[in-house]
């Protein structure tokens, strides 16, 4: 699997992210373990998590986070692995109070450290935003953090762009780097208004303007749901939509999308999956999809995503199709 370099920073990442959200839910451990195995065995070394996954659940707690620490302690894998954890997400009980506060983010942290067996976090991000708050204040609590090898860089995930714009141009008069990366909702599918099959408000989703950002700053972009639920796949395989991925992803930008993939992938035999998040990775800017896959199998796509050149052309055939993006 390639491995770039994370621009500025001495990172050096697998271009595709496992995301490992659904450690406990859907994963329980011997399978996680499975799946981390194998991802590393691919060359993958990058792996999210969140303090707040799976919370959600009764009885869980962060057992994202406790698996991902049960396995670098049983495989050793400390220095063979870069873990980005996430803090300052909402509480469920209480999803109106803003936890974007020092006390509440060091309370996460020192949690995830625990959890993870670690002594600094790589790369932490903060979950959520709170534009009540100025954004040099949210910049400077990061950056104590970073002074006191409590983290070494930190991102922004579901900001907006006008958060960004403020926070990058702040970094810079301060001549600290601030946030590193951005970490939004992002996939070659179009999600229809209304329809997202993660309803929670909160999340900040990528637009024609944001990209255009990213492209003139240079600011990597680290989206999550990348691979849009498998909706492409799902429809390769004729293995039926759900109601809820029908009402975020049936329209026909998205099939005319579909059909590109198609042609391509029986020109190349590559996966439409694959291909999907190759898609990603041939942007004009840094781009390290987040993926979460329940299947050995579906690593191999990985690492087969990970090596893809997409022809010039059909990226700007795409592009087209997909409104700027």
């Known amino acids: 699997m390639k491995k770039v370099k994370l621009k500025n920073t001495d990172l050096e990442l697998s271009n595709i992210c496992y995301g490992a959200g659904n450690f406990g839910e859907k994963l329980n451990r011997e399978q996680a373990f499975c799946m981390l195995d194998a991802y590393v065995e691919l060359g993958g070394n990058f792996i999210d998590t969140a303090n707040v996954y799976c919370r959600w659940v009764e009885g869980l707690g962060n057992s994202s986070e406790q698996f991902i620490g049960q396995w670098l302690s049983a495989r050793n894998a400390y220095n063979k692995v870069v873990v980005a954890t996430k803090g300052a997400h909402y509480d469920f009980a209480a999803p109106e109070k803003s936890r974007v506060r020092e006390e509440e983010i060091r309370k996460d942290l020192e949690d995830s450290l625990r959890t993870l067996g670690l002594d600094c976090i790589d790369f932490y991000w903060l979950h959520r935003d ?7 204040a ?31 141009k702040y970094a810079s008069e301060k001549g600290i780097q601030g946030f590193s990366a951005v970490s939004n909702q992002w996939s070659m599918a179009t999600v229809n208004e209304g329809g997202n099959m993660n309803s ?46 029908k009402r975020a992803y049936m329209n026909d930008k998205n099939l005319r999308m579909y059909e590109a993939l198609c042609r391509l992938s029986k020109k190349t035999g590559e996966s439409v999956y694959a291909l999907s998040l190759a898609w990603l990775l041939n942007q004009p800017f840094q781009v390290f999809p987040v993926a979460s896959v329940s299947g050995t199998k579906q690593l191999e796509d990985f690492a087969k995503a990970s090596e893809i050149i997409l022809d010039k052309s059909f990226m700007e055939s795409l592009k087209e199709e997909h409104d700027g993006l």
């Open 130 to 136: 709170d534009e009540s708050m100025d954004i040099k």
């Open 138 to 168: 949210i910049v400077d609590m990061m950056e104590k953090l970073v002074k006191e090898g409590k983290i070494r860089y930190y991102g922004a995930s579901n900001y907006k762009r006008y958060r960004m714009e403020e926070a990058v």
């Open 200 to 245: 929670d408000p909160s999340l900040v989703m990528m637009d024609d303007a944001y990209y255009q950002w990213h492209e003139e700053t240079g600011m990597p972009m680290i989206p999550f749901s990348s691979g849009a639920h498998g909706f492409f796949d799902k429809l390769y395989r004729n293995s039926g939509l759900s109601d809820a991925m």
